[in-house]
């Protein structure tokens, strides 16, 4: 399923102060929907803008599924394009084979539906693309670069399992090695994966995770880092994972030697009211937004990875619909809805735009022999 990314609730980073910002202390210690805060104190948004469109990278974390995240990134934006036009927008949504779809998309040549095959988004993403349209739209209409920096999860794999030697740079796009991760990106991605159900020795696996992760982000900080030559500003949109307290991304530009890099989230809604110390260099108030908040999506409940053959099934959640199913972990999953599938974005592509009551056909490999499933997604409010 979709990758999810957590704040990282561990020791911060030191990362850039908002020099010369004004700033007024919090009457209650909540600001009110709409502010922006640092360090506990409201700042003025015009100011802020204007601080902000003189960094060379500036990052947007979201958490994927989330609406309003998508929303506060859209304002964010044309509040920035407004102060700075020589702008770029850097994607972690599309890795750098779908550079030519959001080239051709930016020009006015693509249709939405083209573009979302051309750039294979379901694909290489899964995530619902009306969440992204607003922004993509608004770049297209504004004529703003949009950049994919992810790159596919097979070079991905390739690099953490044969190293970064054995890969030909012309192969990984000229990425280089990333800077080692900090002792607190490695507690808190530890803490993340002792949550996942895993297969081997522990540490081993640990140590594959976190190698992945660099990968990750060392990619996407390149690509940021390389659209500075062109673009006076560059701003990235990623999971928020890959933003928190100067870890991940922030921490590989470093290591590439920008240095005037901002990191903004969003916070509320359904967090307390004071965040973490140290968490962004500055967080945009939301209100309570459930009620615009699209349904939650479908989901079968298990852990998927990429596989030669099909998706690999790498865990199954208790008491869910892939349990019931009579999935297992190892299974491969060669078909759905009648469609070969080969990323584990075109498989979470389907399940999420069932509707709730339909059926699901999915064909299974496992130890040799094939099996055809149907997964029932339950009504809204119907217990299993």
């Known amino acids: 399923m979709p990758r999810r990314h957590h704040p990282f609730l561990v020791a911060p980073l030191l990362i850039l102060p908002l020099a010369g910002l ?4 919090l009457a209650n210690g909540c600001p009110a929907p709409g502010q922006w805060q640092h360090d506990g104190e409201v700042v003025d948004t015009a100011e802020l803008m204007a601080d902000m469109s003189e ?20 304002h964010t934006l044309a509040g920035l394009h407004a102060r700075q036009p020589e702008m770029a927008i850097g994607l972690e949504m599309l890795p750098r084979e779908a550079q030519p779809a959001l080239d051709a998309w930016v020009a006015g040549k693509l249709d939405e539906a083209d573009f979302l095959a051309e750039s294979d988004w379901l694909g290489a993403w899964g995530y619902d693309p009306d969440l992204y349209l607003p922004i993509l739209h608004f770049a297209r209409m504004q004529r703003i670069p949009l950049l994919a920096i992810n790159v596919t999860p097979a070079l991905r794999q390739r690099l953490t399992a044969e190293g970064w030697e054995a890969v030909p740079a012309s192969e990984r796009h000229g990425i280089t090695p ?7 990106y490695r507690e808190a991605l530890n803490a993340i994966y002792a949550n996942h159900p895993s297969q081997g020795e522990y540490e081993a696996g640990l140590e594959r995770f976190i190698d992945a992760q660099l990968v990750w982000d060392r990619a996407m900080a390149q690509g940021l880092a390389e659209a500075t030559e062109e673009a006076s500003l ?30 903004l989230l969003a916070w509320g809604g359904d967090h307390d009211c004071t965040p973490p110390a140290g968490l962004a260099d500055a967080l945009f108030t939301l209100g309570d937004e459930a009620a615009f908040e699209p349904p939650e999506p479908q989901r079968l409940g298990i852990l998927i990875a990429a596989h030669e053959d099909g998706v690999r099934v790498v865990g199954v959640g ?3 619909l892939a349990e019931d199913l009579g999935l297992a972990e190892g299974d491969l999953i060669v078909e759905a809805a009648g469609r070969p599938v080969r990323q584990p974005g075109e498989l979470t592509g389907l399940v999420r735009r069932q509707t709730p009551g339909t059926l699901l056909p ?3 490999l496992r130890n040799g022999d094939t099996q055809e499933l149907l997964a029932r997604f339950p009504l809204r409010g119907e217990a299993r």
């Open 22 to 25: 004004p700033a007024s202390a």
């Open 55 to 74: 960094r060379r990278v500036v990052l947007l974390g979201e958490q994927h599924d989330r609406l309003a995240h998508h929303r506060w990134q859209l």
């Open 178 to 184: 990333p800077a080692a991760a900090s002792t607190g």
């Open 234 to 263: 560059v701003v990235g949109l990623m999971g928020q994972g890959h933003v928190s307290y100067g870890h991940g991304v922030p921490h590989q530009l470093t290591d590439l030697g920008i240095d005037a890099v901002a990191s």
């Open 318 to 320: 208790e008491q869910s």
């Open 362 to 364: 999915i064909t299974v």
